[in-house]
T-cell receptor, first 115, second 118 residues
Framework: AQTVTQSQPEMSVQEAETVTLSCTYDTSESDYYLFWYKQPPSRQMILVIRQEAYKQQNATENRFSVNFQKAAKSFSLKISDSQLGDAAMYFCAYRSPNTGNQFYFGTGTSLTVIP | GAVVSQHPSWVICKSGTSVKIECRSLDFQATTMFWYRQFPKQSLMLMATSNEGSKATYEQGVEKDKFLINHASLTLSTLTVTSAHPEDSSFYIC??????????????FGAGTRLSVL
């Protein structure tokens, strides 16, 4: 199985400020996909953003953007203009088309948004 | 996005009994379903991948006789925890996708099932 590491178990951010969540992964493959999922208290997993490894351009989705560093195997998530509704667990995930379509998740970062 | 319904949302059972959890895709044909287990404040651990009409592929360390997965139709997969024990208490999550959607790296998650074994 692939290894996905999130070194920040907990993070907090002031409302309207910017926060960056870290993720690193271990792989020997060149073709793969990376994701950030959000799990609010309802426990329903929600896809936040995704990135194809072959694309050099960093993905963005409104207030969410990533910093994808392929050589460093790093995939951080930046949340701009943080809102109270952003409070949740955030999971980084990896998928390779060569390993049976499985998704592998990191250990998660609990984000608190302070009003 | 597509809707995946997982039932029940919470089940309490006695030790030694079996529990069945259902995962349904309501508005698309799910050729592939994934079953995950999540311990409190921990990550999702992939248990198995099931393709419709085929036997499930289990991850290393997951007992296939303990966690029976059936994916007999394009809209339904079931996970049966056989002879459940307190250590099986956990949050179980399914996700579903179709071949073309999976090619876009998309999976749709159910809301999860909390299993408590007394």
């Amino acid at each position: 199985a692939q290894t996905v590491t999130q070194s920040q178990p907990e993070m907090s951010v002031q409302e309207a400020e910017t926060v960056t969540l870290s993720c690193t992964y271990d792989t020997s493959e060149s073709d793969y996909y990376l994701f950030w999922y959000k799990q609010p208290p309802s426990r329903q997993m929600i896809l936040v953003i995704r990135q194809e490894a072959y694309k050099q351009q960093n993905a963005t989705e409104n207030r969410f953007s990533v910093n994808f560093q392929k050589a460093a195997k790093s995939f951080s998530l930046k949340i701009s203009d943080s809102q109270l509704g952003d409070a949740a667990m955030y999971f980084c995930a990896y998928r390779s088309p060569n390993t049976g379509n499985q998704f592998y998740f990191g250990t998660g970062t609990s984000l608190t948004v302070i009003p | 996005g597509a809707v995946v319904s997982q039932h029940p949302s919470w089940v309490i059972c006695k030790s030694g009994t079996s529990v069945k959890i259902e995962c349904r895709s309501l508005d698309f044909q799910a050729t592939t379903m994934f079953w995950y287990r999540q311990f409190p404040k921990q990550s999702l651990m992939l248990m198995a991948t099931s393709n419709e009409g085929s036997k499930a592929t289990y991850e290393q360390g997951v007992e296939k006789d303990k966690f029976l997965i059936n994916h007999a139709s394009l809209t339904l997969s079931t996970l049966t925890v056989t002879s459940a024990h307190p250590e099986d208490s956990s949050f179980y999550i399914c996700s579903a996708s179709s071949w073309d959607v999976l090619a876009k790296n998309i999976q749709y998650f159910g809301a999860g099932t909390r299993l408590s074994v007394l």
